[in-house]
């Protein structure tokens, strides 16, 4: 798979979309072409809508459980059927370097099934990151706690997500906006910096961010973000960071307590090092934490469609209240590479503990073991 990849020949970028929205996003992503660069995957569990979308690499998931008819909202279903297909969702990705999982959580397919992909990569040694989005307020509080139940189980095996919020989205392009143009505007965005992520990671630049940079701010825990703007001129570079720092899609998280940012800068011809500097400064007055690890890149692409281009990656942030501001210290890469592995779960619930047919409780999402429980009761 490797050698049919253009791009960087030494990286292969797998982006898995799990369920309608995951599925809509990839499909849209391999409609700009990005399939000669990057793997797309499209994982459902319903037939007709993978046969809609024109992505090579399908997996029906849970064929035998659904019969390819969806997950019907449940996301219990929606873990029971990637458990189902697990032979084929571990080869999907097994020769990747970093996995990206995009899915719109709240309903069965993509909040179930994203957990135990996530938990594959880790078991693979896979970087992987997750992009996943809020539903709407408006499609109840059901929706929106299977959503927050999925972040918190795709937590414990993901080196880091980035959570959209549809609502925000809405309330920047204002009330009378139609739901499938914001959807459509949701997609854009979600598309827009799968893109970025993937010109960063594949093309070689003059300061280059590579997949250990990449790798190293991945493994701070916490929520991360993701941010892209864009300028005309070079004067206007300082405009393109505000915008990749307030992107309004981004949720809760903030940047300002960000541990780790990746920095990069696309432009179109050679940029002044007192923009370069500048930019970094004002990236260092926004964060509030003074060890924050910058990692800063710069390539030169007489392609882009503007002048200047800059992606933002945070991670690491914390969702509660910002923290107290820390001296500057030096940061040892070795202890990064420490918080990668908790994978420990948050609790074990001894109420549970006649799940059997070989699984440990940390295989079962939370809300999976959640709806056993009603049930059983
Ligand atoms: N931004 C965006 N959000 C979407 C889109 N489609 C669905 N969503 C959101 O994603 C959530 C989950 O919807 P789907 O992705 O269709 O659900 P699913 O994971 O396929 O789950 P089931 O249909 O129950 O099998 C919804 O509650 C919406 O908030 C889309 O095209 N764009």
Redesign the pocket.
């Known amino acids: 798979m490797k050698e049919l990849l253009k791009g960087n020949p030494e990286l292969l970028i797998t982006v898995v979309g799990?369920?309608?929205?995951?599925c809509?996003?990839v499909n849209m992503l391999h409609e700009n072409n990005l399939s000669s660069q990057v793997n797309l995957v499209a994982v459902?569990?319903?037939l007709a809508?993978l046969n809609s979308i024109n992505v090579e690499n399908k997996i029906l998931i849970g064929e035998n459980l659904t019969n390819g008819y969806?997950?019907?909202?449940?996301p219990s279903i929606?873990y029971q059927a990637a458990q189902e297909s697990e032979g084929m969702l571990r080869s999907a990705i097994m020769d990747s370097d970093i996995v990206i999982i995009t899915?719109?959580?709240?309903?069965?397919?993509?909040?179930g099934a994203s957990p135990l992909v996530a938990k594959l990569a880790r078991e693979l040694n896979i970087n992987c990151l997750a992009i996943v989005?809020l539903?709407?307020e408006s499609?109840g509080q059901t929706?929106m706690d299977y959503a927050l139940q999925g972040i918190d189980d795709i937590k414990e095996p993901i080196h880091a997500y980035i959570t959209l919020s549809?609502d925000l989205l809405l309330a920047g392009l204002g009330e009378t906006v139609g739901l499938f143009s914001a959807?459509n505007q949701?997609?854009e965005v979600?598309k827009n910096l799968l893109i970025a992520l993937v010109q960063m990671l594949n093309e070689t630049g003059y300061v280059n961010v590579d997949k250990n940079d990449f790798s190293t701010i991945l493994s701070f825990e916490g929520e991360s973000i993701l941010g892209v703007g864009k300028a005309n001129s070079e004067e206007e570079a300082f405009d393109a960071l505000d915008q990749a720092l307030n992107n309004p899609l981004v949720s809760i998280a903030n940047i300002d307590t960000a541990k780790g940012i990746i920095f990069q800068l696309f432009c179109k011809s050679e940029p002044k090092l007192s923009t370069y500097n500048g930019l970094i400064d004002r990236i260092r007055t926004r964060v509030t934490n003074r060890s924050v690890l910058i990692v800063p890149g710069v390539s030169l692409d007489p392609n882009l469609t503007s002048e200047i281009e800059i992606l933002i990656i945070g991670s690491g942030i914390s969702s509660g209240k910002p923290e107290p501001i820390k001296e500057a210290i030096e940061t040892d890469p070795c202890e990064l590479e420490q918080n990668v592995e908790s994978t420990e779960p948050a609790y074990i619930d001894d109420e549970l503990s006649f799940i059997n047919h070989g699984e440990t409780m940390t295989d079962i999402p939370a809300i999976t073991r959640k709806l056993m429980a009603i049930n059983r009761d």
């Open positions: 799990i369920g309608g929205c995951g809509n996003t459902n569990t319903d809508a969806g997950a019907g909202s449940d929606g899915a719109g959580f709240g309903g069965g397919t993509g909040t989005t539903p709407f499609e929706r549809n959807f949701s997609n979600l």
